[in-house]
């Protein structure tokens, strides 16, 4: 398949077209974001694997640590992201969003320049696709079990503050917490796909308690809402 040749949908971005893309399947458009790390040794090693053929992967978009925006796909085509998994009960991630992968190892801080960049990409693709915050995921949050990016160390908070993700819910715990109703708290939440109660633990700790270790404690359930009974 032939690299697509249009422009970037966001300006400032530089136009590297990626041949690992196809359309988006049962005419479906970008309904959620989801933020990735490239767990790879710089954005030139990340940007050569996502526009390999061989490799059979891409994303919309990857921002170098420095904040350089490339595109690779085109927004209203399906890029090779996600991969298997689901969120609130919607599979096929990748024609259900935008991909964007972020240069990461997964191990330290995402730096001031890729953060502002990210967060300027964002707001270009909420507004184009209008994209509400509760849309915007981690690859963990969908592929529990799987996948832990953007990470431990992806400042979600500082998302939220600025509208590009949502808030935690602001639930109660339960007065004897177990792992059965810390799942039914969890799939209600939006964390659907298949996964054992450790696994939802860790996607949700990821994307709202990155700080927490151990078994589960009634924190855990308070960005979740109100729990099924």
Known sequence: MAADQRGPDQPGAIWHPSPNSGPRRDSLAPSLIVLHYTAMKGAQAALARLCDPAAEV??????????????????????WHAGAGE??????????????????????????PQMAALEDLM???????????????????????????????????????????????????????????????????????????????QAVRLRHRPWARGPLAPEDFLPLGNYPS
């Open 58 to 79: 891409s994303a919309h978009y990857l921002i170098g640590a420095d904040g350089t925006l490339w595109q690779l796909v085109a927004e209203d085509r399906r890029a």
């Open 87 to 112: 969120w609130r009960g919607q599979d096929d991630i990748n024609s259900r969003s935008i991909g964007i992968e972020l240069d990461n190892l997964g191990t330290h801080p995402f730096s001031a």
């Open 123 to 201: 707001r270009g693709v909420m507004r184009r696709w209008n994209i509400a915050p509760a849309g915007v995921i981690g690859h963990s949050c969908m592929a529990p079990g799987r996948k832990t990016d953007p990470g431990p160390r992806f400042d979600w908070a500082r998302l939220a503050r600025q509208g590009l993700a949502a808030q935690a819910e602001g639930g109660a715990a339960p007065q004897v917490p177990s792992m059965e109703l810390f799942c039914k708290a969890a799939q209600a939440a939006g964390f659907t796909a298949a996964a054992d109660g450790g696994a939802l633990l």
